[in-house]
């Protein structure tokens, strides 16, 4: 059993910075696919960003030139950094792992398989 937690949330006004973090145990973030998927009042759950093993990212194009996924090694710890928010970025955010590292379908929520509790971002003049 792995476990995933998540931190960063909180309120902002439009325009301004968040950084999520996401960290899992037992084992490495080195060695896992990590995503960030969020999920908005009434809305479908929709994936956002994700990181390979490998390094290679991918984002949703409602989100992209605006987030930057990243990785420390060395700390265990996969970051979301949120910069422009806007309104419609109000969600909670869930981070997501995969052990094998690899994943096919990487903004599709069944190719992970453990998730966190999620963390409140509300953005909001």
């Known amino acids: 059993q792995v476990t995933v937690v998540e931190s960063g949330g909180g309120l902002v006004q439009p325009g301004e910075s968040l950084r999520l973090s996401c960290t899992a145990s037992?084992?490495?973030?080195?060695?896992?696919?990590v995503a960030w998927f969020r999920q908005a009042p009434g809305k479908e759950r929709e994936g956002v960003s994700s990181?390979?093993?490998?390094?290679?990212?991918y984002y949703a194009d409602s989100v992209k030139d605006r987030f930057t996924i990243s990785r420390d090694s060395a700390k265990n710890t996969v970051y979301l950094q949120m910069n422009s928010l806007k309104p419609e970025d109000t969600a909670i955010y869930y981070c997501?792992?995969?052990?094998?590292?690899?994943?096919?379908?990487?903004?599709?929520?069944?190719?992970?398989?453990?998730w966190g509790q999620g963390t409140q971002v509300t953005v909001a003049a």
């Open positions: 037992p084992g490495s973030m080195a060695h896992y696919a």
């Open positions: 990181i390979s093993r490998g390094g290679n990212t």
């Open positions: 997501v792992i995969d052990l094998s590292g690899l994943v096919y379908r990487p903004l599709l929520p069944g190719e992970y398989d453990y």
